[in-house]
């Protein structure tokens, strides 16, 4: 295989209808597959398989010689005819060297390709003492303000993109001042790719956020939700993507239908919800496998909801973001719902944006393991320390804090 015109990457599926015929009832399934080569095929590995395989790597059962070969199959391991159609149906953990050459620094899975589709603003955050707000002329809130990029499109790639996720940003940056303002960030988070297009004004959010937690956020989304995002960008971004993370906003509803005829599946957050039969979010609930909400708007206690959602949507696995009450997590193929309590190592300074890091962070593990319990254990640990972010402090950890921080942390069954 010719590296340079190459580009192998694995996620992980727990679809049946994904499966093949010869892997049916596995709980779920590494799938590998050439991204630059889509119509290549794919080679499906159980979880064993994948084990065995990982810890080969480690074990430099393929590291190459000085001319870059592999060292030769012993006698008594090379395969008859009937394994080696096995082996071309994905089941045996030699094919894994089409990975190796990417895996310098792969501590278990390898990371999956996330497209995220959303808005990227300019928000101030201003605190304030509580709710309601008293009235005063003039306040001097004197080093407690901060100006910086966010909306739920740029939270959730940011995080991605510092816990080490590859993530590709589908969004648009305006011609306007404060559009120069988005660009510089995307540029430093190496977010600026080719699926930021150009667009008219730039949307921006004002924060109000008390010392309970408390936010009120002030949004003026300009021209966005009747905005048009090339539906060609979109599934150039899809290209070789393992999710597609598609936020509510207007423009990003057409891209549902994008996700879905590329066959990449579809995580969606519709925020504040207040009913099971709302008309905005009908389309994102019904398109996610993975869903999430904040419980602030729900019209019942967040375990009820879930139940809805499997209910009306048959919705693989729903979360929803509680506040301090950590998070509710429902798995609908075990029937199980559970309630993760929730954490704050450097306190509460603003909730804004602390959904977008729980999703993010879910996804982050969710996308590379398969596994929602550790995802939603690891979201509430990087959400919670997300809140704590003062002024001129880093948002999110990186993806060895994070397995650090989980490594330490109390488990909760």
């Known amino acids: 295989m010719d590296e ?24 779920k399934l590494w799938v590998m597959y050439d991204a630059a080569k889509p119509g290549a095929g794919k080679l499906y590995f159980t979880e064993a398989e994948w084990d065995a395989f990982v810890a080969g790597v480690r074990d430099g059962e393929f590291d190459l010689d000085a001319e870059g070969n592999l060292p030769p199959v012993p006698a008594d391991q090379r395969l008859d005819k009937a394994a080696q159609a096995d082996h071309r149906r994905g089941t045996t953990v030699g094919t894994g060297i089409l990975l190796h050459r990417t895996l310098a620094s792969l501590p278990g899975i390898v990371p999956v390709v996330i497209v995220v589709a959303g808005v990227a603003n300019v928000e101030v955050s201003v605190p304030v003492d509580g709710f309601p707000l008293a009235y005063a002329p003039v306040c001097y809130p004197q080093g407690r303000t901060r100006v910086r990029v966010a909306g739920v499109g740029f939270n959730v790639a940011a995080a991605l993109a510092e816990l080490g996720t590859p993530v590709r940003l589908a969004t648009f940056v305006g011609a306007d001042p404060l559009g120069a303002v988005v660009e510089g960030e995307l540029r430093v988070r190496g977010l600026r790719g080719p699926w930021a297009v ?25 021209g966005l939700p009747q905005a048009v995002y090339p539906a060609e960008a979109f599934a150039e971004a899809l290209r070789g993507a393992g999710w597609a993370v598609v936020t509510n906003i207007g423009f990003a509803r057409p891209l549902l239908a994008v996700a879905r005829a590329a066959g990449v599946p579809v995580a969606a957050d519709v925020q504040a919800i207040g009913g ?130 989980a490594q330490a942390a109390p488990r909760s069954e």
């Open 4 to 27: 340079a015109e190459s580009r192998v990457e694995v996620y992980v599926t727990t679809d049946p209808a994904e499966m093949p015929p010869h892997k049916a009832g596995e709980p």
């Open 198 to 222: 150009a667009g008219e004004e730039t949307p921006r959010s004002v924060v109000l956020s008390e010392p309970g937690g408390q936010r009120m956020i002030h949004t003026d989304l300009r």
């Open 276 to 405: 099971i039969d709302d008309g905005y979010n009908r389309d994102w609930m019904a398109a996610a496998r993975v869903l999430f909400c904040s419980h602030e708007r729900l019209p019942c206690p967040p375990e009820a909801w879930v139940r809805l959602l499997w209910d009306r949507y048959e919705t693989p696995v729903a979360v929803v973001g509680c506040g301090a009450a950590g998070a509710v997590l429902g798995v609908r193929a075990g029937g199980d719902i559970r309630r993760v309590p929730a954490v704050a190592p450097r306190g509460v300074v603003s909730t804004a944006g602390a959904g977008d890091a729980l999703a993010a962070a879910f996804m982050h593990v969710y996308a590379r393991t398969g596994d929602p319990y550790a995802a939603i254990g690891q979201a509430v640990l990087f959400a919670g320390h997300a809140v704590g972010a003062a002024a001129g402090e880093s948002d999110f950890l990186t993806g060895p804090q994070l397995a650090e921080l």
